[in-house]
């Protein structure tokens, strides 16, 4: 059974950082893609970050491409996603999912095919 654990979220001010944690299991996760989307109160659930497989390639939506970084350790099966300089904007509930071998620019939801529960982020002005 596919299981992903996100981890990590918060409150947090202005300009301050977080590290979101993603754990896998139930699959073999060097064959898979993950990508971290997040849903803010009554807005459409959005993909922000996505990396390969072992290539490790990356990408970012325009809204946190220079602020955040994912990242994966394929022997501990986690993802991160490194969250710096936030926002009030960025405050939204936080998901992680995958789909096999790479992501699409396009990052949309029907994309990935299993997904974990969300793990709140709160930026403060």
């Known amino acids: 059974e596919v299981q992903l654990q996100a981890s990590g979220g918060g409150l947090v001010q202005s300009g301050g950082s977080l590290r979101l944690s993603c754990a896998a299991s139930g699959f073999i996760f060097d064959d898979y893609a993950i990508s971290w989307f997040r849903q803010a109160p009554g807005k459409e659930r959005e993909g922000i970050s996505c990396?390969?497989?072992?290539?490790?390639?990356?990408y970012y939506a325009d809204s946190v491409k220079g602020r955040f970084t994912i990242s994966r350790d394929n022997t501990k099966k986690m993802v991160y996603l490194q969250m710096n300089n936030l926002k009030p904007e960025d405050t939204a509930v936080y998901y992680c999912?995958?789909?096999?071998?790479?992501?699409?620019?396009?990052?949309?939801?029907?994309?990935?095919?299993?997904w974990g529960q969300g793990t709140l982020v709160t930026v403060s002005s």
């Open positions: 990396i390969s497989t072992t290539v490790g390639s990356t």
């Open positions: 999912a995958t789909r096999r071998f790479i992501c699409l620019a396009t990052m949309r939801e029907s994309e990935f095919t299993s």
